[in-house]
């Protein structure tokens, strides 16, 4: 059977990798049933899911007729490096870095730098429509995890909240 189309058939064997490897580390964990689930549970649906997912894309693949045969694209280097360097840097900027003696600086400074940073990884970057976003982002983020869920999650750099 010949492939059709080189994109959907490597996206649908990426799906059924990922959620395979899920459902695998899932295992791990205690599975219990539908009515009493263990921490195993959610991973294990989502990750057959997910392989369930990927197995009807590399189906429709091998089925499908596309014009241009689906021919996978070059890489975007540029959106990948600035959206993986977002969420790195919300990472370090949430929690600190204490092996360089970065401080943690906040869920909004982090949630400011991360918006900002991904937002570069577009053709058209404005630093005013990003920062309105963060805003909007961050004042959401508080409202729901802090006063709703009411977690513990460090707001502030600690020099600012001390």
Known sequence: MAIKSQADFFSGVMFMVVGGVFAIGSTNYTIGDGARMGPGYFPL??????????????FRSLV?????????????WKPLG???????????????????GLPAMGMIIAIFALTIVASMAGSQFRLRDSVLLAVVLAVGSYVAFILLLKLQIQVWPTFISG
């Open 64 to 76: 499908v007729e596309t014009p241009d045969g689906g021919r996978i694209a070059r890489w975007a």
């Open 45 to 58: 649906m989502l990750g057959i899911l997910l392989a369930l997912l990927g197995a009807a894309i590399v």
């Open 82 to 100: 600035f959206v993986l360097g977002a969420n790195l840097l919300f990472g370090v900027l949430l929690g600190g870095l204490p092996s360089i």
